[in-house]
Antibody
Framework: QVQLQESGPGLVRPSQTLSLTCTVS??????????WTWIRQPAGKGLEYIGR???????NYNSSLKSRVAISVDTSKNQFSLTLSSVTAADTAVYFC??????????????WGQGSLVTVSS | QSALTQPRSVSASPGQSVTIACTGT?????????VSWYQQYPGKAPKLMIY???KRPSGVPDRFSGSKSGNTASLTISGLQAEDEADYYC??????????FGGGTELTVL
């Protein structure tokens, strides 16, 4: 079955750019008409939707993060990536990469990566 | 979008039933039959338990059920078991190809 694994630095300096990559295994990122998403969770808090990408390159973002976020896809590597610029301590969270439901709505998410803790600190 | 509203915590004894409410607005929960629920153990990734308001993915016990009335969705767990103790999050499509999550509910099995 499809599995997702996040990778990237665990520590980012304030005002710098956070970058994470999600590697998809057990299936092609280009099959099934799925969108591929990023969701984050600050420690002890709830989940926050960041955005999504289709293998065609089409993206949608949470309006609260739109000015700082970019999601890209590399179908040759079966990966998709997240960049978040001008980070502050408020961006400290566990970042999950997740496959969204097939189709245009992406209203449910499964499976999830194990999560990657990113701490923003000097 | 504002987060959906969930009770911070609920509790019940083994064998009993418990219902977790998730209140949104006419722009999200009330507008679409696209509510999903996730179970999360400490330090683990969330797991999909219910989608499209009331559908169960393969492998999820039928003790878990979902429903919706107006702007409020609900997750009911019947025949509560110790292993059901976890955090539960609701999620709703909110239009414009985005979703909004609830703040999460901690379920304690007494």
């Amino acid at each position: 079955q499809v599995q997702l694994q996040e990778s990237g630095p665990g520590l980012v300096r304030p005002s710098q750019t956070l970058s994470l990559t999600c590697t998809v295994s057990g299936g092609s990122i280009s099959s099934g008409n799925h969108y591929w998403t990023w969701i984050r969770q600050p420690a002890g808090k709830g989940l926050e939707y960041i955005g999504r990408i289709h293998d065609s390159g089409s993206t949608n973002y949470n309006s609260s993060l739109k000015s700082r976020v970019a999601i890209s896809v590399d179908t040759s590597k079966n990966q998709f990536s997240l960049t978040l610029s001008s980070v502050t301590a408020a961006d400290t969270a566990v970042y999950f990469c997740v496959r969204a439901a097939a189709g245009p709505i992406s209203n449910w998410f499964d499976p999830w990566g194990q999560g990657s803790l990113v701490t923003v600190s000097s | 979008q504002s987060a959906l509203t969930q009770p911070r915590s609920v509790s019940a004894s083994p064998g009993q039933s418990v219902t977790i409410a998730c209140t949104g607005t006419s722009s999200d929960v009330g507008a679409y039959n696209y509510v999903s629920w996730y179970q999360q153990y400490p330090g683990k990734a969330p797991k999909l338990m219910i989608y499209d308001v009331s559908k169960r993915p393969s492998g999820v016990p039928d003790r878990f059920s979902g429903s919706k009335s107006g702007n409020t969705a609900s997750l009911t767990i019947s025949g509560l078991q110790a292993e059901d103790e976890a955090d539960y999050y609701c999620c709703s499509y909110a239009g414009s190809y985005t979703v909004v999550f609830g703040g999460g509910t901690e379920l304690t099995v007494l």
